[in-house]
């Protein structure tokens, strides 16, 4: 009797023993979990969004005009019957814009992020070119074309339509002294020129040609209804037409503008955020993305914040209301509330301000220099 009840407490001792160790054990794993999926997370959208405005900057004239592209004879923009979750929110015409937010669009309550740029290392500025026909581009010289580029050719008088075409397959650059040259746009070797050719733009006529290079970018990210973290890529040179997952376990995804307005006893255009703004009101994704919109110059950085979750529960519960931005006043603040069962699962908060150089190098671009747009020391 004696050795069956030391029997029956040293069991009990040893299911409590283990039932604390696998209760640690929950915790700590789904910590770890959510901290690792997070951090790669934020570190792949960071990376994407500090490629904004890649020398989109250089061509203050087609900000805002409406992107027209196919690929294989095939329309891409505007998107034919609209993107697919969950970016069903955003306009299927695009505007040209280095970055955008729509304010909680997505699923769940979560933001929507448009991003843009691309640029060759051979040319940042955009070149002037004339249109004899739909199927060539006469430009002033051939120093920064190669067989391959994209260009975005749009009416430098008159923000409208732009049209991506590309310099195709039986272009050879000449080299030396240049005069003007005439740049191929048939469907040899460029899938992404039209079998018409620019025949959405006037001719003949006189355009600005922005060279994006072989890979430029027009990506959308947002987070669907499975808890992922998605991207699109318009253009489908990196993924396919149907959203790619970057991480799953995602609980929300919310934006702001680091923006440079000159207020807060700030100065204006000197490339120095003066303040975070949400993207309503003057910063909304309509007014971003506006024809000569100048809040798309004024935005230098976006401070990103990823909630990520543990995959397992745990057993201990997580607070009741997480929120974000908390630093900042209120009005700019993001209160998510979990229920009794969210509760028992783990979280992670991650907060990165991801700067735009692209937007501050575009402030100094020369044009904007000789019209004394930059506040004095911004550009030395």
Known sequence: MIALALGLFTTLAMVQSLSGSETMRLAATGRADAHQAGGLAHWRLGRQLRLAGAGIGQAPAMIGCTLQASLG??????????????????????????????????????????????????????????????????????????????????????????????????????????????????????????????????????????????????????????????????????????????????????????????????IANDNVVDSWQRPVGRYAYANVTAPGSPAALEIKAVRVALVMRSKTPNTSQARARITLFEDLPPDLRTDIDLGEAQRRFGYQVFDTVIPLPNQASALCAEFRRQLGVPAAGACT
Not at 216 to 233: A, K, S, T
């Open 73 to 266: 004879g095939a329309q891409l923009l505007p998107r034919p019957g609209g993107w697919p979750v969950p970016f069903r929110t955003i306009p299927a015409t695009l505007r040209l814009t280095p970055l955008a937010v729509q304010n909680n669009a997505g699923p769940g309550g979560t933001d929507l992020i448009v991003m843009m740029g691309g640029m060759t290392g051979a040319s940042v500025v955009p070149s002037p070119v004339s249109m004899p026909s739909p199927a060539a581009l006469l430009a002033s010289g051939a120093v920064g074309f190669h067989a391959g580029d994209l260009l975005l050719v749009g009416d430098a008088g008159n923000v409208g339509a732009c049209q991506l075409g590309q310099v195709d397959g039986t272009y050879a650059p000449a080299f030396g002294a240049a005069p003007a040259v005439m740049l191929p746009t048939t469907t040899v070797g460029a899938p992404y020129n039209s079998a018409s050719g620019f025949a959405g733009l006037p001719q003949p006529g006189d355009y600005q040609a922005l060279n994006l290079g072989q890979n430029p970018m027009i990506h959308l990210f947002g987070v669907n209804n499975r808890g992922e973290l998605v991207v699109l890529d318009a253009l489908r040179l990196y993924t396919a037409d149907t959203p790619v997952p970057m991480a799953s376990s995602v609980v929300q995804l919310q934006a702001l503008y680091g923006v440079d307005d000159g207020s807060a006893g700030g």
